[in-house]
């Protein structure tokens, strides 16, 4: 068995062996009958509720959970939280799954054989954290500051972000950024000025024309955007969906377009073109908000629907249609950025420009059932120094990339390969596995050779913890508090994560485990807090938040103010010219073209086919891979295959296939 072929099931035994002797009582879960035993749990009068908010996704969606003693029975969404309305998709409710997990993490684990073979033993706190700081104490010593990484994934790592800052380094990559909405949101940044947010800012529920674009509203459950369509689809608007694939958004759109994957660019700048040359754009708002018209104009003259049906294998006239449509909706309409806009390459920066261009001259962004634009609830920081100077990221090489605005995951793997511009020998990992969610695992082993020190801060053990020197267990979202957590909605405000259960044997919270090593580090003056709840409580007092009511709703919000111009809101751009960049002058001085143009992807080779991927709606990747209660679920992955080809090579529904990729994988 070779270093990539890691056997999980032998370090999970271990990490189950240790809980079992720490924390059986604990963690014995609950499972359905216990769960079905409580179906109508009175908050008044049988068990605490606690308010607080979900990770299982990015969404945050305010939730509630019913305790009784130190069991958690079950998750609610909040009816105070506005990202929940009450409500929660599967993965949200299926959160008890993830704290009764038999494999959760429950001790520190030193590790005592080689890298990548699982041999570890239990430590005491004391151990795990003398071990970290004294090891990250040499490599700030030996190399500077900068040669520690931090690749993380979740609203937890913030307290690890303060302490590396304080540390000197300014070397954090997470994986989400240049494998899902980096094209995206450098896209957006470039022509709005800013990212189309996370959740995203999108008025769909008062949206007259909703285009979807390889988004899978329903299969992917941002739940209040799920709520959204649900209206949407009730209120008998236009729905246009673009998808090789017939997906749920599909079967409730008035249109579906099975484009030939990889040519959406071809199909934005078609519906461009019809939209100028029959003007059909919102020419006060053009002329108000944008620049670069009169060459965007110039640039799409040639892209007929005659053209992008070559490449689209779209019929012309539903290409023309369906651009009619949603001008005449406009500018309550969205063409949806979506959210994963990593698929082939430099392409999708350019992609994802069609799409802000399309919706700037559509005049969607700021309008009514377009996006919308919240002013955010302004929060204090907590007085500490300031960070000290530190070098510029290590995962780039002059000019790579210029518009990524957080350093790349695989650029600062790259770096810790090759040593340039600096060497990166400490890697912090943080509820991110590495081997699965960065592509090109042979180049994440041989970065992980070449470091001094990895640490992992996870809840269960992925396969990245396997080649980790320590594994530090933490609390998690449900047992645990988190800074505050600012809400950007309709109503902004703030919201609380705070514990609603116990954390199982010696995990602890990231607060704690981030505060302690600060006070190793010598570090201690960006850490005067004595515990998170005085941190906290400082905090809401110097933003005039009432921390008693935030405890004890989990949420509390900012006046109404107008996030749409019908409102009265006063639309600003944050651009360097103050305007939607329609044309983009600052790419043009990078080298880059100013207006997006298509470059047909290369195709499959012959005997293989495009693999497209969508989500599953009970699992997050990573996050949802270990729940017993969301894996009950789905106990298979499902693969769709187009039915003629399918005919054509014998396959019947509920056949079972294995897939193998161009390189032999
Ligand atoms: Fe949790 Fe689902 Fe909300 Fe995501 S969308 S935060 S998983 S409830």
């Known amino acids: 068995m070779g270093r990539s072929s890691l056997s999980r099931r032998r370090f999970l035994s271990l990490g189950a062996g240790t809980l079992a002797a720490a924390t059986a009582a604990h963690l014995a879960l609950p499972g359905h009958d216990a769960l079905a035993a409580h179906p109508t749990i009175d908050p008044a009068t049988d068990g605490r509720v606690v308010r607080s908010v979900c990770e299982v996704c990015f969404w945050k969606c305010g939730i509630q959970g019913h305790v009784q003693g130190d069991r958690l029975l079950k998750i609610q969404g909040s009816p105070l939280h506005p990202l929940s309305n009450g409500k929660l998709c599967p993965r949200g409710a299926g959160g008890v799954g993830l704290a009764y997990d038999p494999d959760r993490l429950v001790k520190p684990l030193l590790r005592v054989g080689p890298r990548g073979k699982d041999e570890f033993r239990p430590v005491k706190w004391e151990v795990a954290l003398g071990f970290v700081a004294s090891k990250l104490d040499e490599l700030r010593k030996k190399y500077g ?97 673009v998808d090789p694939r017939f997906s749920t958004a599909a079967s409730k759109a008035r249109t579906w377009m099975p484009i030939r994957p990889g040519t959406d660019t071809a199909l934005l700048l078609a519906w461009i073109h019809v939209i100028i040359k029959e003007g059909r754009w919102q020419r006060d708002y053009v002329s108000a908000y944008t620049s670069g018209f009169d060459k965007l104009a110039a640039a799409v003259e040639s892209y007929t629907p005659e053209w992008a049906s070559a490449e689209t294998g779209l019929d012309p006239e539903s290409i023309r249609n369906t651009a009619r449509r949603i001008a005449g909706a406009a500018p309550a309409v969205l063409v949806h950025p979506g959210r994963h806009t990593t698929w082939y390459g430099p392409g999708d920066t350019h992609r994802a420009r069609a799409v802000a261009i399309l919706n700037g001259i559509l005049g969607s962004w700021g309008h009514r059932g377009g996006f919308f634009r919240p002013s955010g609830m302004k929060l204090a920081k907590f007085p500490t120094p300031p960070y000290p100077k530190t070098k510029p990221p290590a995962d780039r090489v002059e000019g790579e990339a210029p518009f990524a ?15 340039k511009p600096y060497p990166v020998k400490g890697w912090f990992v943080y509820g991110t596995n590495l081997i699965q969610s960065l592509p090109q695992r042979q180049e994440t082993l041989e970065a992980i050779d070449a470091l001094d020190l990895l640490v992992v801060a996870d809840l269960v053990p992925a396969e990245i913890a396997g080649y980790a020197d320590v594994v530090l267990p933490e609390a998690a979202y449900l047992e645990r508090y988190d800074d505050l957590l600012g809400i950007s909605w309709h109503r902004s405000g703030v919201a609380l994560r705070q514990p609603m259960i116990p954390p199982p044997g010696d995990a602890k919270p990231g607060w704690w485990i981030a505060r302690e090593l600060g006070h190793r580090l010598g570090l201690s003056a960006y850490f005067p807090w004595t515990d998170v709840e005085a941190y906290l409580k400082e905090r809401c007092r110097l933003s005039n938040v009432d921390y008693e009511a935030l405890k004890r709703d989990g949420v509390v919000l900012a006046p109404e103010k107008p996030t749409v111009i019908e409102d009265g809101l006063a639309l600003t751009l944050a651009t360097e010219s103050g305007k939607v960049e329609l044309y983009s002058e600052r790419l043009e001085k990078a080298g880059f073209a100013p207006l997006p143009i298509f470059e047909r992807p290369e195709g499959p080779p012959p005997g293989y086919f495009r693999l497209l991927y969508g989500r599953a709606p009970g699992f997050t990747f990573g996050r949802t891979a270990n729940n017993r209660l969301l894996g009950e679920l789905e106990h298979h992955d499902g693969v769709w295959l187009n039915r003629t080809v399918a005919a054509d090579l014998g396959f019947s529904d509920g056949d079972k296939v294995r897939l193998v990729n161009q390189d032999g994988a």
């Open 145 to 241: 500051p900068e040669t520690v990484a931090m690749f993380n994934h979740g609203a937890g790592a913030s307290w690890f972000h303060h302490l590396f800052k304080a540390y000197g380094t300014a070397n954090f990559g997470a994986p989400s950024f240049a494998q899902c909405r980096g094209p995206r949101d450098v896209a957006f940044e470039l022509t709005f000025g800013s990212d189309p947010g996370s959740p995203e800012l999108l008025d769909v529920s008062r949206s007259d024309c909703l285009v979807l674009l390889g988004s899978h509203i329903g299969e992917n459950m941002h739940n209040t955007q799920v709520q959204d369509f649900a209206e949407l689809v009730a209120r008998g608007a236009d729905i246009i969906v």
């Open 405 to 419: 605005f957080e350093p790349l995951a695989h650029g600062l793997r790259r770096a810790t390969i090759d040593g």
